[in-house]
């Protein structure tokens, strides 16, 4: 795996981590790696790779990821379909100041890789709009499941912050508009002990700024007719 923006000396592709087991549905365990090219001093990783050794053939299988050059790569492996079988979880931080990560999760049943989430695509699906009211109030809207939620601020923010957008009365001044940012936590949770991991998706919501941190948006995604489809959302505040 050579990179000709990189010197010679910092182009060996290494393993940056590492779990074993029947991913393959064969009943021998296998190696399961992400391999990488890292920085010196650094949790940076370029070129991150999930590569399979089948455990029967010791036949290597590398699948590259689509965003492949970020921090800190994490394999782990975990049932979340109903066929019984690991599946690949792959977790890697994006090094930016708002949290986001990135996540994959990977089918290998028959040697044959199968991508059963990716969170380019959840983001994209799982959209929100965040929008200041009158009388201390936020209201942010999924609009995925056509839900509202209200949050108010009148108690979690103070003087200063509310009198620099709305009147004594409680009018807002002028139209603000918030946001919610992309992952920037995907937890395997058996919720229903049935052996099966659903997924809990954290999501920041965020006032008038990135760091106007206003609670999160919490998606329960579950395992159904060959996608993960919303199962519960709640809105935590702090």
Not at 216 to 234: G, H, P, S
């Amino acid at each position: 795996m050579h990179n000709g923006y990189l010197r010679d000396d910092m182009a060996t592709p290494s393993i940056v981590s590492l779990v074993r087991g029947d991913v393959n549905g064969d009943g021998i365990p296998d190696n399961v790696y992400l391999t990488g090219i890292k920085t010196s001093d650094s949790p940076f990783t370029q070129n991150i790779t999930l590569v399979i050794q089948d455990g029967k053939t010791s036949r290597f299988i590398s699948v590259p990821l689509i965003d492949n050059s970020e921090y800190s790569p994490k394999l782990s492996l975990g049932k979340f379909t109903d066929n019984g079988i690991y599946d690949i979880f792959i977790s890697i931080n994006s090094g930016g100041s708002g949290g986001i990560m990135y996540y994959y999760i990977y089918s290998f049943i028959d040697n044959n890789p199968q991508l059963l989430f990716d969170f380019n695509s959840y983001n994209e699906e799982y959209d929100y709009n965040v929008t200041y009211k009158d009388n201390y109030k936020v209201e942010v809207v999924s609009r995925q499941n056509d839900k509202n939620y209200i949050i108010d601020i009148s108690n979690s923010r103070d003087d200063e912050y509310l009198h620099e957008i709305y009147y004594e009365n409680g009018k807002l001044k002028s139209p603000i508009s918030g946001f919610v940012n992309p992952l920037s936590g995907l937890y395997p949770v058996d919720f229903d002990s049935n052996n099966v991991y659903e997924l809990l998706a954290y999501q920041r919501i965020a006032g008038r700024y990135n760091a106007d941190s206003l609670g999160y948006v919490l998606n329960t995604l579950k395992w159904k007719n060959n996608m993960f489809i919303l199962d519960n959302q709640y809105v935590a505040i702090f």
